[in-house]
């Protein structure tokens, strides 16, 4: 059973930083999309970063140069660190995998409806 497991959300004030983890077990599959969504309170699920075992890395515009994703596969852990963070970056986020999945589709409307595996999300919350 694939089990992901976020951690590392937290409050920080505009610009700061922060570091998700999300630790994956009992993946098998020889192939990977692992991924970052997140939804704030009234808005919908969106994509934020992915990366999958074609070695492609997509972000979102609304990220990119702020926000790295990657992947860790001795310890099993996938992060995304964030820079420079905003108040409309608050949201809970959530670590994804899916094992039919490519990078791309994280930046598709309602993609999130396709993937298989998820955690059950940290919460990032920026202040003004």
């Known amino acids: 059973e694939v089990r992901l497991a976020e951690s590392g959300g937290g409050a920080v004030q505009n610009g700061g930083s922060l570091t998700l983890s999300c630790e994956v077990s009992?993946?098998?599959?020889?192939?990977?999309?692992f991924g970052w969504f997140r939804q704030a309170p009234g808005k919908k699920r969106e994509g934020v970063a992915a990366?999958?075992?074609?070695?492609?890395?997509v972000y979102v515009d609304s990220v990119k140069g702020r926000f790295t994703i990657s992947l860790d596969n001795a310890k099993n852990t996938l992060f995304l660190q964030m820079n420079g963070l905003k108040p409309e970056d608050s949201a809970m986020y959530y670590c994804?995998?899916?094992?039919?999945?490519?990078?791309?589709?994280?930046?598709?409307?309602?993609?999130?409806?396709?993937?298989?595996?998820w955690g059950i999300g940290t919460r990032v919350t920026v202040s003004s």
């Open positions: 009992g993946y098998t599959y020889s192939d990977y999309f």
């Open positions: 990366l999958d075992s074609a070695g492609d890395t």
């Open positions: 994804v995998a899916d094992p039919d999945g490519v990078a791309g589709e994280v930046t598709l409307p309602d993609s999130d409806y396709a993937m298989e595996y």
